[in-house]
């Protein structure tokens, strides 16, 4: 088993579990839910910008930790002042150190 493939199989059983704990109701009640997106098709092709999706995740499989004590705010201030089309946040815990907090 390649390390995609151990990822996924984790993935599905963290989302299994979490299915089990939240309900589409409690989704629906979190505080985002009713935000209004953001099109990640429309930032790419924003001629303004650069078309850059740009990555933040505290470690990686591969490397290990990369940074562990990253500022997803200010990374994220920092990527849009260079010109970033959009910005891909690494929220799995496991194998990129990330959080699902808001």
Known sequence: MNILDEI???KKKEVAVNLLRHSIKDLEQ???F???TISLKKGVQDKSKYGIIAE??????SKGIINPNVSVEGISQGYVSAGASAISVLTDVNYFGGAMKI
């Not at 933040?56 to 499989?61: A, D, E, G, L």
Request: aromatic share 0%; charged share 35%.
């Open 8 to 10: 996924i199989a984790h």
């Open 30 to 32: 979190s505080p985002l």
């Open 34 to 36: 009713d935000r209004q």
């Open 56 to 61: 933040i995740k505290r470690k990686s499989p």
